[in-house]
């Protein structure tokens, strides 16, 4: 495991925002949801699977940025790590991890135990490494970089 992410419900932000909701409560209202090609969508539907939890589902989508201005117009919400947001004014949206369970998003970097790796692949393996720690370091990602 290379890094992980907590994941967040984002919504259009209507008034204060409490910084957790349930995992029941944002598959309550209408969600944009990854494809199951997409980790975000196998998560998202493995949670809900598990704990029986129907999902009101707006739309299947795997470009967040393309239905950011819908998500803030209120039509549905997302479950998405911080990092998808950073960078942008995220004043009008409500940004709250999910609990109950907490849903985290795993980034795995993967070299083969079994053929002995050329020096290119440990060198961009390396590169990886040094990317994800320093985005860490810097804030630019809302996770947990593990080495």
Not at 23 to 42: D, I, K
Not at 90 to 119: D, G, I, M, W
């Amino acid at each position: 495991t290379l890094a992980l992410a907590p994941l967040f419900h984002v919504a259009r932000a209507n008034g204060p925002v409490p910084p957790t909701i349930t995992f029941a409560e944002a598959a309550a209202g209408p969600l944009f949801v990854h494809s199951r090609q997409n980790a975000l969508g196998r998560i998202v539907e493995a949670c809900a699977r598990e704990h029986d939890i129907p999902l009101k589902i707006y739309a299947e989508v795997d470009d967040f940025l393309a239905v950011r201005p819908m998500i803030e117009q209120g039509r549905a919400a997302a479950i998405v790590p911080r990092s998808l947001l950073s960078g942008d004014d995220s004043t009008r949206l409500a940004v709250r991890r999910v609990t109950e369970p907490e849903l985290t998003l795993y980034f795995h970097l993967a070299v083969s135990k079994v053929k002995r790796s050329r020096p290119a692949v440990l060198s961009l393996a390396d590169v990886i490494r040094s990317a994800v720690a320093g985005a860490t370091q810097a804030g630019q990602f809302d996770g947990e970089f593990r080495n």
